[in-house]
């Protein structure tokens, strides 16, 4: 018999895009936001930038809880999840391979390059949609749909701050 086989091969792309960008301080006497903004360029090159002051220093206790959110209904847990002691993790980066891949979306834009203690402002300046899609479609392909990344921030056991980031990947 003669048998012929079609194979298909298909490649799902995606492009991610950001869609919103919040920053709260909740605790307007240990720091505040000096900017926090999502800029759109043009219709295809947005970033996003903020500034934390900080005016209790040097900082040396601070957890970050990290989530990845999906949007179904409101926007329900996805994936991740994960509070992580920044202090112990900046030392020794290889200890948490999830806090690794959601710090790698914002650490060459940032200056959060060193452990314990900080004693300067926080800063994330002209993080790119484009290195953005790298992470979410590249590193670590996500499906298709509308997201929020959701970082507390908790010095001294205390929810210092907040800031989300939604985000469509389509």
């Known amino acids: ?37 999502l800029k759109s360029v043009n219709r295809t090159f947005k970033y996003l930038s903020l500034k934390v002051n900080l005016y209790k220093t040097p ?31 900046l030392k020794n980066p290889k200890s948490n391979p999830v806090g690794t891949f959601l710090y790698g979306i914002f650490r060459t834009f940032s200056n959060m390059n060193h452990s314990c203690p900080f004693d300067h402002d926080l800063i994330v300046e002209k993080l790119t949609s484009s290195f953005s899609n790298m992470q979410f479609t590249k590193v670590l392909p996500f499906p298709r749909g509308d997201y929020l990344f959701r970082s507390n921030w908790i010095a001294y056991d ?10 469509t990947l389509s």
């Not at 995606?14 to 900017?35: A, I, M, V, W």
């Not at 206790?61 to 002691?85: C, E, Q, S, W």
Request: glycine letters at 4%; hydrophobic letters at 40%.
């Open 1 to 37: 018999p003669n048998t012929k086989s079609i194979i298909l091969i298909f490649q799902v792309t995606s492009e991610f895009e950001f869609t919103n960008f919040k920053c709260t301080s909740l605790d307007r006497d240990f720091c505040g936001f000096e900017y926090c903004f």
């Open 158 to 167: 205390i929810n210092r701050a907040n800031a989300d980031i939604y985000f």
């Open 59 to 89: 900082i040396t206790r601070v957890h970050v809880n990290l989530g990845l959110l999906k949007r179904a209904n409101g926007y329900k847990p996805f994936l991740y999840n994960i509070t992580v002691d920044a202090c112990r993790y």
